[in-house]
């Protein structure tokens, strides 16, 4: 059976706009924000696609936190490629040692981070075993016990 390109189009857009009717906010999640706002410049390195990160973004009503998002497609590159980090830290003018990774994926977000010195916390809500010298919360708010 062949399928025809404006179909497989169709396809595409449905299931992007499928992806972003499809937000959580994890519990404490504005209430860090607002507490890290004030103190911190903050921003978003994703290995997703640019429209559907920035929609779910607004849809979750969290977009005005951030000031600059990192994606993948953008780079040509995902996490944990050091490429990602080097245009993330560039995009937000600031250098490794002032800046720190939160992410949830150990290998693409922490370890990532760790390997090219830029500082990493894991939000480690998977309850991943992770190694001892690893920074991890297990509720967002915990951030303010690091920062």
Do not use: R
Not at 62 to 76: C, L, P
Not at 78 to 98: D, R, V, Y
Request: hydrophobic residues 35%; negative net charge; contains cysteine.
């Amino acid at each position: 059976m062949k399928i025809s390109d404006k179909t497989i189009h169709q396809l595409a857009i449905d299931y992007i706009d499928y992806l972003t009717t499809h937000n959580h906010v994890f519990d404490g999640t504005i209430e860090i924000l607002e507490y890290l706002k004030p103190k911190y410049k903050l921003h978003i390195i994703t290995n997703g696609f640019e429209e559907v990160q920035q929609s779910k973004l607004e849809k979750a009503k969290i977009a005005h936190y951030f000031e600059t998002i990192t994606n993948s497609e953008m780079v040509g590159v995902k996490k944990p490629n050091p490429k990602m980090f080097h245009h993330a830290l560039s995009l937000a003018n600031i250098e490794k040692e002032h800046g720190i990774m939160i992410g949830d994926n150990p290998e693409a977000d922490v370890y990532g981070a760790l390997n090219i010195g830029l500082d990493a916390i894991c939000f480690n809500y998977h309850k991943v075993e992770m190694e001892d010298h690893i920074k991890q919360i297990d509720h967002l708010l915990e951030l303010k016990n690091y920062l």
